[in-house]
């Protein structure tokens, strides 16, 4: 139902947009949320929009690269990354959820299966 791209190779400092199209579900219903996962580490929560768009969430160390956006009409939302660093790297995945006041990965209705985000030094 949550199926996300855009991922890539790119050098540090490059830009990426992720996207995430969802399918079978009121897609206004959900808040929806980007995680990350590096090889070896925990995921880890990195930003949220809310169902209408008006509230957004982010993780500290993206904050002033990174930008949340969905688009109602199309179902997707996505996740501008830009200055990536090369602890940026991870597989990225979208979630959906109920609220967009809980961002933990147990609270997620829905994922998607991820794609990936490679930076080079």
């Known amino acids: 139902q949550l199926q996300a791209s855009g991922g890539g190779l790119v050098q540090t400092g490059g830009s990426l947009r992720l996207s995430c199209a969802a399918s079978?579900?009121?897609?206004?219903?959900?808040?929806m949320h980007w995680f990350r996962q590096a090889p070896g580490k925990e995921r880890e929560f990195v930003a949220t929009?809310?169902?209408?768009?008006?509230?957004?969430i982010y993780r500290d160390s993206v904050k002033g690269r990174f930008t949340i956006a969905r688009d109602n009409a199309k179902n997707t939302v996505y996740l501008q990354m830009n200055s990536l660093k090369p602890e940026d790297t991870a597989h990225y995945y979208c979630?959906?959820?109920?609220?967009?006041?809980?961002?933990?990965?147990?609270?997620?209705?829905?994922w998607g299966e991820g794609t990936q985000v490679t930076v080079s030094s």
């Open positions: 979630a959906a959820s109920n609220s967009y006041l809980n961002n933990q990965p147990r609270a997620m209705n829905y």
């Open positions: 079978s579900l009121t897609f206004t219903n959900y808040a």
């Open positions: 929009i809310s169902g209408t768009g008006t509230y957004t």
